[in-house]
């Protein structure tokens, strides 16, 4: 185990930190896709992913997390807590590697490495080849769109049973396409590129549960692309309680390095 932690290290662990805002629980319900309608417009698609944002304020639990970035791939279970809008707490088996997340902190620590990091969303954002921060962060793991939808306009194609938008008017810097699905209006797959400097972000959501009437991703594949790296990731919930009491440990150890970007 200890091996394994080590070589997965804190750089794979915190790529994971802030995907772990999804939930899972024993008495879940996959939900079965639904048909499309081809008179909606893209308007009331936007509208209908909009109606059927996340309610819940946090859950505790653990994730089996399998990771690849192109040249060695591990799997390791973490536990997780998180306060929706506030927080998203994560470790590994006795503590050897922490992460705490918040709208103004991205903070980790690797007791293996004797090493910590503690700032803003950069490191992240380098890690992902794309700009992040915390909303975005919490988007993609509810199945929301990364993007706020509302702030542009959309062509409508049906692909693959899902309801295909991009935007009328392309940026000059990105390529955007999100998949919505017809049943549950949540994601199916959002995905940001820059071909000009080879950097692709994609996030696919495999299938969906319903728990407490509300609609969550059950399992999510993230696959971030850059010039010079490839990371994939796949997360499986288990044991997910929400909307119990959560506290949040978390104090770096003295005298470890600091990662200095």
């Known amino acids: 185990m200890m091996e394994i932690l080590k ?29 499309v309608n081809d008179k909606l417009t893209a308007k009331s698609v936007i509208k209908s992913h909009y109606l059927n944002g996340s309610k819940f304020a946090s859950l505790n639990g653990r994730v089996k997390i399998n990771y690849s970035d192109g040249e060695s791939s591990q ?18 088996p006795l503590g050897i590697v922490k992460a705490y997340i918040t709208p103004d902190r991205v903070s980790f620590y690797n007791k293996l ?21 915390f909303p975005i962060l919490q988007n993609l793991l509810l199945g929301q769109a990364i993007l706020d939808l509302r702030d542009e306009k959309y062509t ?70 850059t010039k010079d790296s490839e990371n994939t990731i796949k997360l499986e919930f288990r044991n997910i309680e929400l909307n119990g009491a959560v506290n949040f440990p978390y104090s770096i150890p003295k005298g470890f390095k600091e990662i200095e970007l």
């Open 75 to 92: 799997s390791v279970s973490v536990s997780l807590r998180m306060k929706k809008d506030e927080a998203i707490w994560l470790s590994a």
């Open 156 to 225: 409508i194609d049906i692909d693959e049973d899902t309801y295909r938008l991009t935007p009328k008017l392309p940026g000059s810097l990105y390529k955007i396409l999100f998949r919505i699905e017809p049943k549950n209006f949540k994601m199916n797959l959002q995905q940001l590129s820059q071909p000009s400097e080879q950097r692709l972000l994609q996030i696919a959501y495999q299938n969906y549960q319903k728990i407490d009437n509300e609609i969550l991703p059950n399992e999510i594949h993230i696959k971030a692309l």
């Open 7 to 35: 070589t997965f290290g804190s750089k794979a662990l915190l790529l994971m930190a802030f995907l772990i805002f999804v939930t899972s629980c024993k008495s879940t319900k996959v939900v079965t896709e639904g048909r």
């Open 113 to 133: 490495e004797n090493e910590y990091f503690d700032g803003d969303f950069s490191y992240l954002s380098s890690l992902l080849g794309t700009e992040v921060d």
